[in-house]
């Protein structure tokens, strides 16, 4: 049965750091681009990071850029996002998503990925960025 499962979450201080993790089981992690998206409460979801499945290309939503970073552990089946600098607007569920390398956004132009192209969704981990 296909499943990702992400760990890492939870409160920490604004400026603070966190890393998240995705473990894939099930399937071959190869073949898929990740990405990492997050909805706060009131809001829509939003992707946040993308990597690809060659992990040669990663995007980043610009609230996001130069503070996060994604990266994969392919012999592992994981797929890491580091998050520093944390704001209290960070605050949300944060989800990975596994998308077909051959389907739209597995390329990681950009992380305006659309819900359908998602091939499997992990349930998501809390972060709060709060003093």
């Known amino acids: 049965q296909p499943q990702l499962v992400e760990s890492g979450g939870g409160l920490v201080q604004p400026g603070g750091s966190l890393r998240l993790s995705c473990v894939a089981s099930?399937?071959?992690?190869?073949?898929?681009?990740i990405v990492w998206f997050r909805q706060a409460p009131g809001k829509e979801r939003e992707g946040v990071s993308c990597?690809?499945?060659?992990?040669?290309?990663?995007n980043y939503t610009d609230s996001a850029k130069g503070r996060f970073t994604i990266s994969r552990d392919t012999a592992k089946n994981t797929v890491l996002m580091q998050m520093n600098s944390l704001r209290p607007e960070d605050t949300a569920v944060y989800s990975c998503?596994?998308?077909?390398?051959?389907?739209?956004?597995?390329?990681?132009?950009?992380?305006?990925?659309?819900?359908?192209?998602?091939?499997?969704w992990g349930k998501g981990t809390l972060v709060t960025v709060s003093s």
């Open positions: 998503a596994a998308v077909h390398r051959f389907r739209s956004g597995a390329d990681c132009t950009n992380t305006l990925v659309s819900d359908s192209a998602v091939n499997y």
């Open positions: 099930g399937f071959d992690l190869h073949y898929y681009a």
């Open positions: 990597i690809s499945s060659s992990g040669d290309k990663t």
